[in-house]
């Protein structure tokens, strides 16, 4: 889930200016909400107290004026004060409760008379002990109950009057907040309903600005890919003259430049190329010349006194690796200029390392360092060019007899169904991490004094690495200094195949 937001810059924005909408929207409407609700009531209740007062001094006034004295006369006066609202609270009205001070039925003009079948209850004692002893009209907000259950917010407004020839009375008047809360709440779905057209709108137009945006940044990406996967031609679609434009054009000159470094860099490489290639065929013709002569010398070189015949053996060895050098360069060149194909044929590597090991062995200058191969008994054929297949061999042997300082070492091939592995496990000076990373860079040696004695170009590796690749192969390496290296080839067994699993692990066990 949070992955598809990281990789959209669309998504992120849209949903983070949708979000900061709704706060705010939230925010303001419920604001003007609350504002706009209090308003209604407050203004409710202003007019409620205003015509409560004046209802509670006209009813005061007729029991001023009545002059009656008869219980019957008493009990109709207060009949008709309480009822003179002639509409109920439910319906906009109002309602009217008298209540004698001490709960007491006097003169037939019983304790509570309440309106419209309103409870007396509704009156709150709070209220009742507020008007104790107090002359002065008091208000409350409460809830109206009536004998139906029914249940209604709204004001109540007391005050103490005086029935002249009976006694003291509470009167209240009562009114009901049905009308405002209606209008409220029709107010109230007026604003969500603004609200949520507003955060749509919003919505709408960050996608449309968005997309805007976000059309050429994608196009721009898509372009880089491609000049990243080789196609240099790519350019960024560039209309108008605004800072996205600005930003095509920029990158486009970007895309020039690189090509025009790019090309420059490749024209030098191949002429760099070229020119190694040719020197070395160039130096060939001259060097079996000086071969055959220095061989004719070295033949002859019990002839001549002890000086000069070591100087003729000289000769010899530096001409070998002189030839060495060419061959390695010439290889190194047919690598760069792509020209390096496969001669292929059935090998069978156990035999192909065998002879290789046997070979090396004979040559070696270490006659006591030991070689111990283990292998199925069994040939084990794959596709593959013997040539090159031999010298990678012969190289990771001789690396390995070098630099085993006359420890054994342990060559192991390993098979299954579709890969075959050599390993070459020495236990001598071994190598860092740093010197691993460099072990297939052309003509870098870990120590250089130590190649010159032994005639080592540092071409090997790197050459041996092609060669592997060629096949569809792979060389890995493991080295610990002071603990030997583990130098591990695998080729899968069919042409054009890919290597999906390794037959030995380069971190030998022990
Ligand atoms: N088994 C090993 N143990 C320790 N170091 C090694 C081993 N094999 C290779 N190296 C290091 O890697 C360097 C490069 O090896 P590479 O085979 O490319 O060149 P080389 O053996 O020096 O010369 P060349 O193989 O061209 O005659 C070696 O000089 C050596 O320092
Ligand atoms: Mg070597």
């Known amino acids: 889930m949070f992955r598809i937001f990281r990789k959209s810059l669309f998504l992120k924005v849209f949903s983070l200016s949708g979000l900061v909408s709704i706060v705010l929207i939230y925010f303001l409407g419920s604001n003007l909400y609350s504002r706009i609700s209090d308003g209604i009531i407050d203004e409710k209740i202003a007019a409620s107290i205003s015509e409560g007062e004046s209802a509670i001094q006209y009813a005061e006034y007729r029991f001023i004026v009545s002059g009656i004295s008869t219980k019957t006369d008493y009990k109709e006066l207060v009949g008709e004060v309480v009822n003179s609202g002639n509409l109920s609270a439910r319906d906009s009205g109002r309602e009217v409760v008298l209540m004698q001070v001490a709960d007491k039925e006097l003169k037939g003009i019983p304790a509570v008379t309440a309106s419209n079948f309103l409870l007396p209850e509704s009156i709150p004692s709070s209220l009742r002990k507020e008007l104790q002893g107090n002359e002065e009209l008091r208000w409350q907000e409460g809830t109206l109950k009536y004998v139906n259950g029914e249940f209604l917010d709204g004001v109540i407004i007391g005050k103490n009057l005086t029935i002249p020839n009976v006694g003291k009375y509470e009167m209240y008047v009562l009114f009901g907040f049905d009308a405002q809360q209606r209008t409220i709440a029709l107010i109230g779905r007026a604003i969500w309903g603004a609200g949520l057209l507003l955060i749509c709108l919003i919505m709408l137009v960050a996608s449309v600005v968005l997309r805007q945006v976000i059309k050429p940044v994608k196009s721009a990406a898509e372009v880089a890919e491609q000049l990243t996967s080789g196609d240099l031609l ?168 070098d630099h085993a300082e006359g420890k054994p070492i342990h060559v192991t091939i390993a098979e299954n169904p579709t890969e075959v592995a050599v390993g070459v496990r020495d236990y001598g000076v071994g190598l860092t991490e740093q010197q691993i990373e460099r072990v297939f860079d052309r003509f870098w040696r870990a120590d250089p004094s130590r190649s010159r004695e032994r005639g080592g170009t540092g071409l090997g590796l790197a050459i041996a690495k092609e060669d592997a690749q060629l096949h569809g192969g792979e060389i890995r390496v493991w080295g610990k200094l002071g603990e030997g290296s583990n130098f591990v080839l695998t080729l899968p067994k069919v042409n054009g195949q890919r290597i999906t699993e390794f037959p030995i692990a380069e971190a030998p066990a022990h």
Not at 289 to 307: E, L, Q
């Open 234 to 401: 790519k350019r960024m679609e560039v209309r108008g003259e605004d800072e996205i434009a600005r930003l095509g054009q920029a990158f486009n000159e970007m895309a020039d430049t690189l090509e025009q470094q790019i090309s420059r860099l490749e024209n030098l490489s191949r002429l760099q190329q070229r020119f190694v290639s040719d020197v070395s065929h160039e130096l060939r013709t001259p060097l079996t010349t000086i071969r055959m002569a220095s061989d004719v010398i070295f033949s002859a070189r019990n002839s001549f006194d002890p000086i000069i015949s070591r100087s003729a053996e000289l000769l010899v060895s530096q001409i070998e690796r002189f030839e060495h050098l060419l061959a390695d360069l010439l290889e190194v060149s047919r690598f760069d200029a792509q020209v390096a194909a496969l001669s292929l044929d059935k090998v069978d590597l156990n035999s192909l390392v065998r002879r290789c090991a046997d070979d090396l062995l004979l040559s070696s200058k270490d006659k006591e360092t030991q070689l111990m191969i283990s292998a199925p008994d069994e040939p084990v054929i794959i596709d593959g060019d013997s040539r090159r297949l031999e010298r990678i061999m012969r190289n990771l042997l001789a690396n390995a007899i």
